[in-house]
C-alpha cells in the first residue's frame, strides 16, 4: 500500500490539494478533509473506542467508533465502510449522514493539531461482533447512550467527541438521529 493522503481543503472547504497524513500532522497541520462515524446497534447502544496507545495523534483517548480521512476522490460512503472494516472488523447495514457540516481545530498535549472539516456519520449494524485493529484500536466496547453523554465530562475523551456530543445530544437518542441530508456535504466531498 502507498502512501496514505489526504485532501487538503480552502476555507470554502473546496479541494486545493493532497498531502501525505503522516507528513501533515504536526503543530501547524493544514484544514484538511476527515469523518467521523458512531456505530449504532438495533438496541441503541453506541460502539465507544479508545485509540491505540501508539497513535501518533491523541493516543488513548476515548472517541466514536471510528474516523479517518477520505482518500483522494473516495466518496464518504466508501471512505467509512473501508475504515468500519480496517479498524474494527464490521459491516454497516445502513448510514446516515448526521452532521455534514461538522467541523473543528483541536490541539494534543504535544502540540500536535488537529484541523478538519469531518462529517458525522451513523452506521447502522446487525452484528456487533467487533475484530479491533491493535495498531488503531485500544479497546472498543458497546455502551449505552446515557454512558456516552457521561464521557463527554471526562478527560480522556477527545476533543472532537465532546464538541460532536454537544450537537448530537439535543438530536435524542441514536436511532432517533435525524438524516441530515447530503446537500451540506463539503464541496471536496460526495455521498
Known sequence: MGV????????????VGTAPKSASH???????LAFSCYAVDTEGRVLI??????KRTFPGVWTGSCCGHPA???????????RLRDELGMQASSLTSVLPR?????????????????????ATVTDTAVHPNRDEVEAAEWWTWERCLELVERPESS????????EL??????????????EALPPALAW
Not at 496514505?4 to 470554502?12: S, T, Y
Not at 504536526?26 to 484538511?32: E, I, L, Q, V
Not at 461538522?102 to 451513523?122: I, L, M, N, S
Not at 476533543?159 to 454537544?166: E, G, S, V
Request: glycine share 6%; proline share 9%; charged share 30%.
Open 49 to 54: 473506542t479508545q485509540r491505540a496507545l501508539d
Open 72 to 82: 483522494p476522490g473516495e466518496k464518504l460512503r466508501d471512505a467509512v465502510l473501508r
Open 26 to 32: 504536526h503543530g501547524d497541520t493544514p484544514y484538511h
Open 4 to 15: 496514505e493522503e489526504i485532501v487538503l481543503l480552502n476555507a470554502d472547504d473546496e479541494a
Open 169 to 182: 445530544a439535543p438530536l435524542g437518542a441514536p436511532l432517533d438521529w435525524p438524516d441530515a441530508g447530503t
Open 102 to 122: 461538522f467541523q473543528y481545530r483541536a490541539v494534543a498535549a504535544d502540540g500536535t493539531v488537529e484541523h478538519e472539516r469531518c462529517p458525522v456519520v451513523r
Open 159 to 166: 476533543p472532537w467527541y465532546r464538541l460532536q456530543l454537544a
